[in-house]
T-cell receptor, first 113, second 110 residues
Framework: DVKVTQSSRYLVKRTGEKVFLECVQD?????MFWYRQDPGLGLRLIYF???????EKGDIPEGYSVSREKKERFSLILESASTNQTSMYLC????????????FGNGTRLTVT | DQQVKQNSPSLSVQEGRISILNCDYT??????FLWYKKYPAEGPTFLIS?????DKNEDGRFTVFLNKSAKHLSLHIVPSQPGDSAVYFC?????????FGKGNQVVVIP
């Protein structure tokens, strides 16, 4: 089974802090994704990566950046956390970018105070 | 614009009965459709998918139906079980794009 592991289940950060969310997958997938889930808004794509050091903006990239230095690891960075970034963050990986299922981690619940 | 729509945000059904979840999409370039299930405090898990070359795909208690002309798909769960209580997301992909619906909460009453 594919395992996608997010380093933290819960995080509490202060406004203005730089925040790192880490994600590791063990299935040698080329594609990795960061989503956020908010009530009433569903899953929204922040960034995705289709190869090491490659990245593409998703639907809501503002205020975020990403890093993919190794195939198995995809990091989401909040440059200066704000309260409107309080959310559930979900990392996923997949074999193909679009026509195969995503395998999600268990999520990181981030609260920015 | 919302390319994948799930109306009726919540559904309650008696154990043993059928649960039907609906999903509409607007982009005619979508050609692969998926359903995910999500429990609280967990990530979504893949449930079932269907390619646009088919109109039905079945996996155990779960069946997905696709009506391309109506740009509509549905998920049938028969019989519903208490463990099916979760949020269900519809997703559609194609033309280098993947879009999710906002989700449906299903509650199965024992």
């Amino acid at each position: 089974d594919v395992k996608v592991t997010q380093s933290s289940r819960y995080l509490v950060k202060r406004t203005g802090e730089k925040v790192f969310l880490e994600c590791v997958q063990d299935m040698d997938h080329e594609n990795m994704f960061w989503y956020r889930q908010d009530p009433g808004l569903g899953l929204r794509l922040i960034y995705f990566s289709y190869d090491v050091k490659m990245k593409e903006k998703g639907d809501i990239p503002e205020g975020y950046s990403v890093s993919r230095e190794k195939k198995e690891r995809f990091s989401l960075i909040l440059e200066s956390a704000s309260t409107n970034q309080t959310s559930m963050y979900l990392c996923a990986s997949s074999q193909q970018a679009y026509n195969s299922p995503l395998h999600f981690g268990n999520g990181t619940r981030l609260t920015v105070t | 614009d919302q390319q994948v729509k799930q109306n009726s945000p919540s559904l309650s059904v008696q154990e043993g009965r059928i649960s039907i979840l609906n999903c509409d999409y607007t982009n005619s370039m979508f050609d692969y459709f998926l359903w995910y299930k999500k429990y609280p405090a967990e990530g979504p898990t893949f449930l079932i998918s269907i390619s646009s070359i088919k109109d039905k795909n079945e996996d155990g208690r779960f069946t997905v139906f696709l009506n391309k002309s109506a740009k509509h798909l549905s998920l049938h769960i028969v019989p519903s079980q208490p463990g099916d209580s979760a949020v269900y997301f519809c997703a559609a992909s194609g033309n280098n794009r993947l879009a999710f619906g906002k989700g449906n909460q299903v509650v199965v009453i024992p």
